[in-house]
């Protein structure tokens, strides 16, 4: 696709540049700030709400990292607004409330965060937000049916598929026939993917780089946390997603 030489031009700060042990916690507007003045591109995840709104925030349930508890999706934006992080003054923002902060200074990578069941309706929900945005963004998922989805609802929007081997983690469900897929991107050839987030520590690996060096697709990695993972990245991939120190 062209015109994404934005998104392997500058490191990715992973969930935004948090430092918890300093009070900013990943995807909040703190953790954006500290991306922007350090001038990375932003990764973030979203959630549904109850009413399907794309909220700023990685896990299923609340528990982890605010003093709430349960699912995401059992309350509304504006109740989960309401939920403070632990440890800080930070709220729970909306997606669109997360890009109006950003303002196009760094560009943002969205990965949409699903059931697995490719969750249409919400992707159009996504796909409205982003379209009305003017700064540099794009979308990536593990969900082939979620890639599919913005193929259909937004074309122009360029979209990307995160994968790794998951032989320490097949998702829940699904077979070993359905996890082989997935490592090995075979569902390319309807999700056209713009761009693909391997996991460091499964590269080299044959698909992602087949699609780098014969198709040109950009080929970022996740999670960079250590030196030796970096060096990987370096090796095989364009740029890095990282935490825990500056890229």
Not at 56 to 67: A, G, I, M, P, Q
Not at 233 to 245: L, R, V
Request: glycine share 8%.
């Amino acid at each position: 696709m062209a015109g994404l030489d934005w998104l392997t031009a500058r490191p990715i700060a992973h969930r935004g540049l948090h430092d918890a042990e300093n009070g900013v916690i990943e995807n909040t507007l703190s953790a954006a700030r500290a991306a922007m003045e350090a001038g990375y591109t932003i990764e973030l995840d979203v959630q549904p709400d109850r009413d399907l709104v794309p909220v700023v925030f990685h896990d299923d349930t609340l528990d982890r990292l605010t003093t709430g508890s349960g699912p995401v999706s059992a309350l509304t934006a504006k109740e989960l607004a309401g939920v403070p992080f632990k440890g800080t003054d930070d709220r729970i923002p909306t997606l669109n409330d997360f890009l109006g902060v950003v303002g196009d200074r760094v560009p943002v990578i969205v990965e949409v965060k699903t059931d697995f069941t490719g969750m249409p309706e919400f992707c159009a929900r996504i796909a409205e937000v982003l379209t009305g945005y003017k700064g540099r963004v794009a979308v990536m998922s593990f969900d082939p049916g979620t890639v599919d989805a913005f193929r259909r609802i937004a074309p122009a929007l360029p979209r990307g598929i995160v994968a790794e081997s998951f032989r320490q983690d097949k998702p829940e469900g699904m077979t070993w026939w359905d996890v082989f897929r997935l490592r090995h991107l075979l569902h390319g050839w309807r999700t056209k993917p713009h761009f693909v987030s391997y996991c460091v520590d499964d590269l080299p690996a044959v698909a992602p780089l087949a699609l780098r060096w014969v198709f040109g697709l950009p080929l970022i990695t996740w999670t960079v946390r250590s030196e030796k993972q970096r060096r990987c990245s370096d090796t095989w991939a364009d740029q890095i997603t990282f935490e825990g120190f500056r890229a």
